[in-house]
């Protein structure tokens, strides 16, 4: 089974750019989340998703919009990419909201903004 | 300010030999912990849990003790093997959060041969 995958694997990019970042998953999860890791950090929340047209903020939203037209897919985008926005991605989904669910993460893609 | 903190960034032990990560939390709302297991240029994997309602819960060479009084808990792995040698990250939710989870900074474990 494909699981959770994210694509691309890795991004260079300028700064002003805009880029999506995509993330598909193959288990009909109900939620889905985005985390960026900067070098040395932990995972920090940027938006998650508890269904289909259902999205909300994380702990770190600013310059970054997500949508959710489809559960299978959580895309991220950065409407004008900055240099702090340099950093490994991770999607990640979830079967139910509930706090006992494990995520279940994706590969990562790391961006690079010049 | 950080709410999940593991203050080691990196642990060293032989191979056959207990590891321990702690793991110290400031939220006296989490009540679900969770351990994940992260190798190189790949995603975290789900490893081990512990509710609130436990002090104590084990799965193979992995367990994990909670002390809600000091709100600590760590993971032992016994015996360590060199394939365990990867960042273990803590992550605590509430029962309020919808299934989000607030991370720690991550322990980077090398197992010696």
């Known amino acids: 089974d494909a699981g959770i995958t994210q694509s691309p694997r890795y991004k260079i990019t300028e700064t002003g750019r805009q880029v999506t970042l995509m993330c598909h998953q193959t288990?009909?999860?109900?939620?889905m989340f985005w985390y960026r890791q900067d070098l040395g950090h932990g995972l920090r929340l940027i938006y998650y998703s508890a269904a289909a047209d259902i999205t909300d903020k994380g702990e770190v939203p600013d310059g970054y919009v997500v949508s959710r037209s489809k559960t299978e897919n959580f895309p991220l985008t950065l409407e004008s990419a900055t240099r702090s926005q340099t950093s490994v991605y991770f999607c990640?989904?979830?079967?139910?909201?509930?706090?006992?669910?494990?995520?279940?993460f994706g590969d990562g893609t790391r961006l690079s903004i010049l | 300010d950080q709410q999940v903190k593991q203050n080691s960034p990196s642990l060293s032990v032989q191979e056959g030999r207990i590891s321990i990560l702690n793991c110290d939390y400031t939220n006296s709302m989490f009540d679900y912990f969770l351990w994940y297991k992260k190798y190189p240029a790949e995603g975290p994997t789900f490893l081990i849990s512990i509710s609130s309602i436990k002090d104590k819960n084990e799965d193979g060479r992995f367990t994990v003790f909670l002390n809600k009084s000091a709100k600590h808990l760590s993971l032992h792995i016994v015996p360590s093997q060199p394939g365990d040698s990867a960042v273990y990250f803590c992550a605590a939710s509430a029962g309020t959060n919808a299934g989000k989870s607030t991370f720690g900074d991550g322990t980077t474990l090398t197992v010696k041969p």
């Open positions: 288990w009909s999860h109900s939620y």
């Open positions: 990640a989904s979830s079967e139910s909201g509930h706090r006992n669910q494990p995520q279940h």
